[in-house]
Structures are given as structure tokens and as C-alpha cells.
């Protein structure tokens, strides 16, 4: 009987002697692949440090492609539909993964089935052996940027429009004109990471985003805040006392339209015993510069944001005078972005457009 392949995955005949399974397991590895396919599938192997006592013959690889999928959707039904199993079948699979285990691996939480810690240990090495699999299995698809058509579709913040996309809407012009962007909205996170799961979205792009397992974070820099205020007010000063930040009336950024409720500035002065008035709240970022200039109004954002509006707007950039802890602004994939060339080299494109930033 000849080896089958499964949807996303491969299983091996199992009627024949352990031997001659071994055997024509090392021939198919040697002499259908090339050596840096063979690397890949050593490293797969070596990486399931959890399974290495098992015998690999024995382990039909479409089980692997099954925990996987259980593990990404945390639900037998969508993991079969994933996966293009019946659910009886995707049972099957998760009663012979406990088998194989000798572990729950996943147990049941209202409508989702909540991983156990064995079964969290093993997602990292068997994600990235199915990986290097289907990397050394697939075919060798180029990817040339020039002449190459495709959409891509991320979601950002204000803050990412504003910083992010235009260096790299620059470099995909350059690079990749056959390249179309579009660019969400980003306010609800968990939404929008939900999207990402489902491959709604090819990335996120912002600050104080979620982790999902399903996911690989990358954190492209750090940003700090500042102030700004109205050019002729603030005259050539580049400081401020704490008293008249806080007296001063704020205006304040809330992208949902918020009514001002305390954050982390309002924590700080009052640890000063000092309390701010927040004069005007405003729901988009680009509205703020242009509220402040020409008033006494003083905002907090974003260094890189306020910067850009200093020569849009008679405003003035000066430093805080308490420290406001930095944000970070993170990339955030699905950890199926490793098998597709046209993402991987527009993941890339995004990071190259950043180091212009910093």
C-alpha cells in the first residue's frame, strides 16, 4: 500500500512490517528532497522533543495536523471543518491523540475545549514541525514583488495610518507596485484578532494588542509621549512645571469618543495630589493639533504623531514633566504567514518601512 496524503497533513501505510515502514520512510526523505528540505524535516523531527521516545512509525502525522487544528479553534467541530474531517472523525482523532499522549490534551469548558498544560507544551514544537513539513513537501513558489498582484488587508490604529502607513505604502510603490493595501480600522481588538484568526486580515498593526496562541507577536519599537500646546503660548520654552500641566485645561484623544474617564496620566498627578481638567475629548487623533493651536488648550500624544502636525498646525512639541511610561507598537500574524512567500516578503516590507522610523 502506498503512503496517503491527508488534507493537511500525511499518514503512513501501516500494514507492512516495522522494517520495511522505516526503511521506506528514510528513502522518500532522501531521495525526494532536497538537502535543505532534508535539514528541515531533521529539525521537525528534532524539535517534537516531547515525542522523541515514541516510536515514529507508529504515529500517523494526520493526528499531528488534528491536534493542531483542535488547538487553533479550541472546538471539535471547527477543527474538523478546518482540517476537511467529518466531527465523528476529528473524535476519533482527539480519542487516539489522548492514546498517543497519555494525556486529556484538551478538556471541556462550556462550548470550547480548554487546552491542558501537556497540550500547551506540545503546540510550540509540533506548530513548528508541520511547518518545516509542509515547507519541504510544497512546491517552490517565487515570489518577485515587481511583477507580482496582490491585496493585502491589515487593520490599524489612528496612530498606525497616521506613522505606519504611509513609509510603507512609499516602499510598496517602489517595490511592488502590482501591490494593493488595505488599511481597517483598528478599535476593537479582540474583533479584529478574531478576524486575523480567520484570515480576514493578513496583520495587525498598533498598541496594546492581544495574544492568541494562534498568533506570532513582533515588536517593531517603542513610542513615547509628549506634549504639545500652541506655538505663540508656549513661545521657545521646551519645559514645563508640573503646577501648570496640571492647571492648564487638556485636550484628549479617545478613539471610541470617551468621556475623559481617568488613565494613566490622571494616576500620576495624583500621586502629586494634582488633578487636570480635561477640557475637550475629541474621537480622531488628526483632530487634537488642530483643536489645540490657537488656544491654551495642552494635549499628551504620541511623539511620532505630534511631530508630524508641527508644521500643519502652530503647535509646539515640549516634554512632560512626569514620566509617562512608553508604549509599544506591535505587528501581530498568524503563524500561517511562514507558508505563504507573498506574506512572508510583505511582513518584511512592513519591518523595513518601521527602520525608517526609528
Known amino acids: ?6 488534507p493537511r497533513g500525511i499518514s503512513f501505510a501501516n500494514d507492512r512490517p516495522k522494517s520495511e515502514r522505516l526503511k521506506s520512510f528514510r528513502l522518500v526523505v532522501v531521495s525526494g528532497a532536497t538537502v535543505g528540505a532534508c535539514r528541515s524535516l531533521l529539525k521537525s523531527i528534532v524539535l517534537i522533543s516531547i515525542i522523541a521516545v515514541m516510536n515514529l512509525a507508529a504515529v500517523d502525522l494526520n493526528l499531528l495536523v488534528a491536534f493542531e487544528a483542535l488547538m487553533e479553534e479550541r472546538h471539535v467541530t471547527r477543527a474538523a471543518e478546518r482540517i476537511g474531517l467529518a466531527q465523528p472523525s476529528m473524535s476519533s482523532a482527539l480519542r ?29 514544537p509540533i506548530g513548528e514541525a508541520l511547518r518545516h513539513i509542509r515547507g519541504a513537501l510544497a512546491p517552490d513558489r517565487g515570489f518577485d514583488p515587481a511583477t507580482a498582484r496582490r491585496r493585502f488587508t491589515i487593520a490599524a490604529t489612528d496612530y498606525g495610518d497616521l506613522v505606519l502607513v504611509p513609509e510603507l505604502s512609499r516602499l510598496l510603490r517602489m517595490e511592488a507596485p502590482g501591490i494593493d ?11 479584529a484578532l478574531a478576524k486575523l484568526e480567520r484570515a480576514e486580515l493578513d496583520a495587525l498593526i498598533g498598541g496594546h494588542l492581544p495574544d492568541s496562541p494562534r498568533c506570532v507577536r513582533h515588536r517593531l519599537f517603542e513610542e513615547r509621549f509628549v506634549c504639545i500646546r500652541d506655538g505663540v503660548r508656549a513661545g521657545r520654552s521646551e519645559t514645563l512645571n508640573l503646577e501648570d500641566y496640571a492647571s492648564l485645561p487638556h485636550a484628549l484623544f479617545s478613539a471610541a ?19 487636570r481638567r480635561v477640557a475637550v475629548t475629541l474621537a480622531h487623533v488628526v483632530a487634537v493639533p488642530f483643536a489645540v493651536a490657537g488656544t491654551d488648550l495642552i494635549a499628551t500624544m504620541a511623539e511620532r504623531v505630534a511631530r508630524r502636525f508641527t508644521h500643519l498646525a502652530e503647535i509646539t512639541v515640549v516634554m512632560p514633566p512626569i514620566d509617562i511610561p ?18 512572508r516578503w510583505f511582513l518584511d516590507a512592513v519591518d523595513r518601512s518601521i527602520r525608517r522610523l526609528r
Open 1 to 6: 500500500m502506498t503512503s496517503k496524503v491527508g
Open 96 to 124: 487516539r491523540l489522548r492514546a498517543l499522549f497519555a494525556d486529556e490534551l484538551f478538556l471541556r469548558a462550556g462550548a470550547r475545549m480548554q487546552p491542558t498544560e501537556k497540550a500547551l507544551a506540545l503546540a510550540g
Open 181 to 191: 493595501l488595505a488599511v481597517r480600522p483598528l478599535t476593537d481588538t479582540t474583533a
Open 257 to 275: 469618543g470617551g468621556d475623559g474617564l481617568p488613565s494613566v496620566i490622571d494616576a500620576l498627578l495624583a500621586r502629586h495630589r494634582l488633578k
Open 326 to 343: 512608553a508604549f509599544a507598537i506591535d505587528l501581530i500574524h498568524t503563524v500561517r504567514a511562514a507558508e505563504d512567500p507573498a506574506l
